[in-house]
């Protein structure tokens, strides 16, 4: 588990506090927000889909290019570790994808970085029925 100082918390919370203005932009809010949640949580790279009024996954952002284009790559071919725990309601937590061809058989190939993949799925309380 990686420890926070309260320094640092402070700080983040300042910056997100600070996207409270009249020129506020989202999609750098987001861009923020994955990255910041990599080094909070000791993940080399974060990504951010969102699912719109009808359930679809759309990606909102991500703290790297190449998470960026896994992200956009899982959307657009329908499968994927993220997908399956938004899917299921359940984390993916160390996929590993060189093994991991018949479970996704599109997305598992794609990876520049061969390794594993963690996914988790949160709702928010107003998207719960």
């Not at 588990?1 to 999609?27: G, K, P, Y």
């Not at 290019?65 to 725990?85: R, S």
């Not at 988790?120 to 719960?128: E, G, I, P, Q, V």
Request: hydrophobic fraction near 45%.
């Amino acid at each position: 588990m990686t420890t926070i100082s309260a320094q640092r918390l402070a700080n983040i919370f300042v910056e997100v506090a600070d996207t409270l203005v009249d020129e506020f932009d989202l999609i750098d809010f987001l861009h923020m927000l994955t990255d910041r949640t990599a080094s909070l949580v000791g993940a080399s790279t974060v990504g951010l889909l969102l699912a719109d009024p009808h359930g679809q996954l759309q990606f909102m952002a991500a703290s790297d290019e190449n998470t960026k284009l896994l992200e956009l790559f899982q959307v657009q071919n329908h499968e994927g570790p993220c997908l399956d725990a938004y899917n299921t309601a359940q984390p993916v937590i160390n996929a590993d994808l060189r093994e991991a061809e018949a479970r996704w058989p599109r997305f598992a190939p794609a990876p520049p970085r061969p390794g594993s993949a963690r996914c988790m799925r949160s709702r928010s309380a107003s998207a719960r029925t």
